[in-house]
């Protein structure tokens, strides 16, 4: 079962920047969706941004504008870029990586804590 590995997340001051990476431990086939979710204390796990394995990409209403998404196929590897970040972005920060046809991967990683404070 492919495993999903997150790093860069960290403290950072308001109106910083993070990149977070998400590699996945084989080369993802066929037509998926990964991305990243994140989950603040006491609210419910959201979308932040995602790509299809067609180069479709979706983003969170909350995070629009200040965060970019990419991958590197050769490397099994989604990035996520975050700017003007605020004090509300803190969350703890999770990979998935989905099959939009079939059942092959539905995967989370173990999450990545993105604090945001001065």
């Known amino acids: 079962q492919v495993q999903l590995v997150e790093s860069g997340g960290g403290l950072v001051q308001p109106g910083g920047s993070l990149r977070l990476s998400c590699a996945a431990s084989?080369?993802?086939?066929?037509?998926?969706?990964m991305g990243w979710y994140r989950q603040a204390p006491g609210k419910q796990r959201e979308l932040v941004a995602s790509?299809?394995?067609?180069?479709?990409?979706e983003h969170g209403d909350s995070v629009k504008g200040r965060v970019t998404i990419s991958r590197d196929n050769a490397r099994n590897t989604v990035y996520l870029e975050m700017n003007s970040l605020k004090p509300e972005d803190t969350a703890v920060y999770y990979c998935?990586?989905?099959?939009?046809?079939?059942?092959?991967?539905?995967?989370w990683g173990q999450g990545t804590q993105v604090t945001v404070s001065s």
């Open positions: 084989e080369t993802i086939v066929g037509i998926y969706r």
């Open positions: 998935h990586l989905y099959s939009l046809i079939g059942k092959r991967y539905d995967t």
């Open positions: 790509i299809s394995s067609g180069g479709r990409i």
